[in-house]
């Protein structure tokens, strides 16, 4: 447990976008997936998953609907929108640039 | 797409709010359950798992306040909170808030309507077609000053310039006038025009047609232009009215069109004109109008023009200098105007857009204007500065609860916003308080009796104006005192060392500001007082006759098309019947309303001075006397033996005998009038003055004395009957009404009332007047007494920590209300000395003016009021009184105070 590490500020975004890309998903299971595909190593604050999926809700890029969740209760479901697609694929870019860049600057010095 | 999400997005979460709410709750529930299912699922009992979920989960508030931020409706509900409390503490503190509505509504109620009277009369422009091209036109007196007015004939040689005006227009000053609609004879509004009129201005008809050059010539059939705001108002805007025949004064007029809606009438000055006729029609609807054989239509008209291209304003004037010269010289008897304006030379040529209503009377009307705006300018600084004191106190009293807020981690910009919002609702509350108050008040002015029907409207710009300065208001009032509580000292404060030291300065202006407003108020409430004398003065000046019991009906049977000889036998008739109604003890035949005068110059038989007298004639027949029970002091009144061929006879005054015959047993004397050798009337009897009832005629401009004609010998037609009854004035009336019908059912009834409803109506005037300055001293005394209450209030807080040292040392509470009280009687005393010592000024100044002022345009009659000490005295009781009330009671609260609790007071 204490090995994990907050997720950072500002990649937040992009791993809830990449999470839902694959299906539509309730807070909860977003924040458990993203702690499993990470095997453990990033931890989702609730603090900041929630205002989180609410700010990207405001922007338009994912929708909420009402669905059932796997044990049979009502929770909001969170999808990709046609922009959230776009700017996930923006992100990731970006992501990229970014981590590449770290890595140059890590590796040369 | 995505714009249409995020608005869909707010939009929802603003307008299912709740929905929201309840929706995040049930999301994070769910959070919550399926983390504690998960750590049970890693061995953990169901409690040590809850615990754990929720440690991890963190505070629940937190990341629901940080999701409604993230949604971006955190303003808006922070607005929403804010108005919340604030509405909650404006209600809690009703006393408060009562007192702080009550004064904003009052003094933004009587700036908007005082400002409406204003804007209607001084500054609604008119919408007249490119009016930088316009021009006004006056005849000059002989000082060179141009006179109020210009005649036909001059307009007439104005309008054959046309290589400096592309098209002239004269427009007549408005006339009352008498027509008939839907059965019964209305006051309206006539105004002569040339066929011309809109053209010039710029402006078409709303409906129809204006009249044309044919219409305008002499002896064309009767046409009319009905105004726009009578056509929607008494018509219901049916155009089915253009090619009706309406009487108006009696003669059949075909309506052929509807005004522009935007033009009210020459004069735009409250009264909107009703009908247009041709200026040629004049001779037929008020034949009065020209009592000289002569070729023009003496009509006082306003003349306008619009310039020929390339032709400026002094071209223009030169032009019409040279005409003038002209005119005087050719035959100046011609180009004179009824009245008694001297014609000079000269002209005046000046643009429209520099005229309100006449270049020599702008500039008083605007200085008086302006003057009243000041006042209630003057009136609402000083709402404003007691509502500021107000919150002041207010702030004072809640400075712990500030500090307490800040020390708990408030910014002070949350503060602000707060006390803001607060401040912001209460003057937007006196907005529409004001808005209320101020419709009250317009609806009261329409309510005096005027033989015009004045015409303001709570505009948009004045609606506007209000709302404007509630606002402007509001966050200047509100911002003072909050800024002042935010920038309290933390420490100080909350220790609770409140003897701060006062600041004497800002109590010094307030005291001021106390003792300026206990004067104001005086002064309204003297004013009050002179216009009650001035009523009271009219009352005592109709003792002479008795009205009780004696009702009058007026008809007009010019609107029911009799011959004179004719009409003549229908009121003999009507006077027959209404004699022969039981319990009628006398009645009487008379023209005019009873009491309507009429001024002529007359001339003593074997007076020295054969220059003439003025004396005031009423025409009354026989009967007259006993209805309104006059005592005859010597000879007899008028019977039948005073027929048209018998010498011509008078009943006289005992006011004209003594000032015009030397003794008041003048019966046997003789006079004519002055302009008529051959009118030599014998006087028969002297009758006690009476006055004539009538406010103006008998209180502020007194007239000749009066005397009697007979109608019988005049040849003027009767209007009016008048009758005394044993029993009940006003079933008296509906009999008199019901044997009008009887006698011709087309006859109108143009007035119906008891004569003591009669001379009711003649006080209204003065009476509103009276009301207004009454209702405008109430004002000021509750103004004053708000702010009284507010700066003892304000001491009291302040004070409280030494007056609960002083009662827990053994000072009783007489003690301590006194020693408040000193303070407060010294600033009504100061101020009510000053406010008697204005009125007794004001009064002095006026007793002075010689009972009348040049305004520029005419005399503006003032009345001569009496220093009466005991109106003086009951209103420095009245001020003295509602002072003290208002500083009892914050006075009082101290007084009771606990010790214990004023100790630790805040």
Redesign the interface.
């Known amino acids: 447990m204490s090995d994990q590490t907050d997720v950072l500020q500002g990649t937040l975004d992009l791993l809830i976008l990449r999470t839902i890309a694959l299906e539509p998903m309730?807070?909860?299971?977003i924040?458990?997936r993203i702690q499993q595909i990470s095997d453990e190593q990033l931890r989702v604050?609730?603090?900041?998953l929630?205002?989180?999926?609410?700010?990207l809700?405001?922007?338009?890029?994912i929708?909420a609907d009402w669905g059932t969740?796997e044990?049979n209760?009502?929770?909001?479901f969170y999808s990709l929108?046609?922009?959230g697609r776009k700017q996930l694929e923006a992100e990731v870019a970006k992501w990229e640039r970014l981590s590449a860049g770290v890595n140059l600057v890590l590796q040369r010095t | 797409m995505r714009l249409f999400h995020i608005l869909q997005s707010r939009l929802r979460s603003i307008l299912f709010r709740d929905r929201r709410e309840s929706d995040l709750d049930e999301e994070l529930q769910l959070h919550l359950d399926r983390e504690i299912e998960r750590l049970e699922a890693t061995g953990l009992s169901h409690e040590q798992a809850r615990l754990q979920a929720l440690r991890a989960f963190g505070g629940v508030e937190q990341i629901k306040e940080a999701a409604r931020d993230a949604r971006g409706t955190g303003a808006w509900d922070a607005l929403v909170r804010d108005t919340r409390q604030g509405l909650r503490r404006l209600v809690r503190d009703w006393r408060f808030t009562t007192a702080a509505v009550l004064i904003l509504g009052l003094a933004i109620g009587a700036n908007t309507a005082i400002f409406s009277v204003v804007n209607a009369v001084l500054f609604r422009k008119q919408a007249f077609a490119d009016p930088d091209r316009l021009v006004n036109i006056y005849q000059n007196d002989r000082t060179g000053r141009p006179l109020v007015v210009t005649s036909y004939a001059a307009y007439k040689e104005i309008a054959e310039y046309p290589d400096v005006f592309a098209s002239t227009m004269a427009g007549s000053i408005p006339n009352p006038g008498r027509y008939l609609h839907e059965g019964a004879v209305r006051d309206g509004v006539v105004e002569f025009a040339t066929a011309t009129y809109l053209d010039v201005l710029g402006l078409r008809p709303s409906l129809g047609r204006w009249f044309d050059q044919s219409e305008e010539r002499p002896g064309a059939p009767l046409v009319a232009v009905v105004g726009y705001q009578a056509w929607t108002r008494l018509f219901r805007a049916d155009p089915s009215l253009v090619g009706r025949v309406i009487k108006i004064e009696g003669r059949p007029v075909t309506i052929i069109g509807i005004g522009p809606a935007n033009h009210r009438g020459t004069l735009d000055v409250g009264l909107g004109t009703d009908f247009w006729l041709p200026i040629t029609a004049v001779p037929s609807i008020f034949p009065g109008f020209a009592p000289r054989d002569v070729p023009t239509i003496f009509v006082p008209l306003f003349v306008k023009a619009r310039l020929r291209d390339g032709v400026t304003v002094s071209q223009a004037k030169a032009a019409m200098d040279v005409l003038g010269r002209r005119l005087a010289a050719e035959n100046p008897e011609a180009f004179r105007i009824e009245g008694e304006f001297s014609l000079g030379p000269g002209m005046t040529v000046v643009p429209s857009t520099d005229v309100r209503i006449h270049p020599q009377a702008d500039k008083p009307l605007m200085a008086i204007a302006s003057l009243v705006l000041v006042v209630v300018g003057l009136v609402l600084a000083i709402a404003c500065s007691n509502l500021a004191t107000l919150l002041l106190v207010r702030g004072a009293t809640r400075a712990k609860e500030v500090s307490v807020r800040l020390a708990m981690g408030a910014t002070r910009r949350q503060l602000v916003r707060h006390l803001l919002s607060e401040s912001v609702l209460l003057s937007l509350a006196g907005g529409i308080a004001g808005c209320i108050v101020a419709s009250w008040g317009m609806r009261a002015l329409q309510q005096i009796d005027l033989p015009f029907r004045l015409d303001f409207t709570v505009d948009y710009r004045v609606l506007a104006f209000a709302i404007a300065v509630s606002l402007v208001t509001g966050v200047v009032f509100g911002l003072a005192p909050a800024l002042k509580a935010t920038r309290v000292d933390l420490v100080q404060t909350l220790r609770d060392e409140g003897l701060q030291p006062i600041d004497h300065r800002r109590l010094t202006l307030k005291n001021a500001l106390i003792v300026f407003q206990v004067a104001i108020s005086v002064l309204l409430l003297g004013g009050t007082s002179i216009f009650l004398q001035m009523t009271a003065a009219a009352r005592a000046l109709r003792i002479g006759y008795a009205v009780d019991g004696v009702a009058m009906l007026e008809t007009d049977l010019r609107f029911a098309s009799y011959s004179d000889a004719d009409a003549r036998r229908v009121y003999d008739d009507l006077l027959r019947r209404i004699q022969a109604v039981p319990g009628v003890q006398s009645a009487a035949l008379l023209r005019g309303l009873p009491m309507g005068p009429n001024s002529v110059q007359i001339v003593v038989d074997g007076a020295s001075d054969q220059k003439g007298v003025e004396a005031v004639v009423f025409a009354a027949g026989p009967g007259f006397f006993d209805t309104l029970r006059i005592p005859l002091l010597y000879g007899r009144v008028f019977d039948a033996r005073d027929r048209a061929d018998t010498p011509h006879v008078a009943v006289i005054t005992d006011r004209m005998a003594r000032l015009y015959f030397g003794s008041v047993d003048a019966v046997g004397r003789r006079f004519r009038i002055q302009n008529n050798p051959n009118s030599w009337t014998e006087v028969i009897g002297v009758v006690r003055d009476t006055g004539t009832g009538d406010f103006e005629d008998d209180v502020l401009d007194p007239i000749g004395p009066p005397f009697y004609n007979s109608y019988t010998q005049t040849g003027a037609q009767p209007t009016t009957v008048m009758a005394r009854t044993s029993g009940d004035a006003a079933s008296l009336v509906a009999a008199m009404q019901r044997e009008l019908r009887a006698v011709d059912v087309t006859l109108p009834v143009v007035t119906a009332q008891t004569m003591a409803q009669k001379l009711e109506n003649a006080q209204a005037a003065p009476k509103g007047i009276a009301t207004l300055f009454g209702a405008l001293g109430g004002l000021g005394l509750v103004l004053a007494s708000i702010g009284l209450y507010a700066v003892v209030a304000f001491a009291v807080a302040r004070r409280s920590r030494e007056i609960g040292i002083r009662m827990a040392l053994g000072a009783r509470s007489q003690q301590v209300v006194w020693s408040i009280a000193q303070g407060v009687a010294g600033l009504i005393g100061v101020g009510t000395g000053i406010g008697l010592v204005l009125l007794v000024l004001l009064i002095l100044v006026m007793r002075a003016g010689s009972g009348s002022a040049d305004i520029g345009i005419g005399n503006l009659t003032v009345y001569r009021p009496s220093i009466d000490p005991l109106a003086l005295l009951t209103i420095a009781a009245v001020t003295a009184l509602v002072g003290v009330a208002a500083a009892f009671v914050p006075g009082r609260r101290a007084a009771l105070m606990d010790p214990l609790v004023a100790l630790r007071h805040d």
């Open positions: 309730h807070g909860w299971a924040a458990q604050a609730q603090g900041s929630y205002p989180a999926l609410h700010r809700e405001h922007q338009g890029w929708t969740s044990n209760r009502r929770a909001r929108t046609k922009a």
